[in-house]
Nanobody, 120 residues
């Protein structure tokens, strides 16, 4: 069974920075892609940033230039550096991973979510 553990959420003033981290554990053969999604109250979950093939990244237009996603040195780890946070960035952020297990099954796994609040 594969699990994702997230850390780094919290409260920050507008204009501040936060760093989210996510690490996968369990039986993993390979990690194809990892990303961060967010869901604000009353809104649908949306993609924030994604990294695949170790280096290919894509971002939501609303965070381009402010957020940076990067793969960690350990397998199936990812960080999201969030700068110049705005109140509209307030949401629960979820880590997502697409992995292959030792039986060569494709799995999509979600973290439990971490709350990010940008407010004065």
């Amino acid at each position: 069974q594969v699990q994702l553990v997230e850390s780094g959420g919290g409260l920050v003033q507008p204009g501040g920075s936060l760093r989210l981290s996510c690490a996968a554990s369990g039986s993993i053969f390979s990690c194809n892609a990892m990303g961060w999604y967010r869901q604000a109250p009353g809104k649908e979950r949306e993609l924030v940033a994604r990294i695949s093939d170790g280096a290919r990244t894509n971002y939501a237009n609303s965070v381009e230039g402010r957020f940076t996603i990067s793969a960690g040195n350990a397998k199936c780890t990812v960080t999201l550096q969030m700068n110049s946070l705005k109140p509209e960035d307030t949401a629960v952020y979820y880590c997502n991973a697409r992995v292959i297990d030792p039986s060569y099954r494709n799995l999509e796994v979600w973290g439990q979510g971490t709350l990010v609040t940008a407010s004065s």
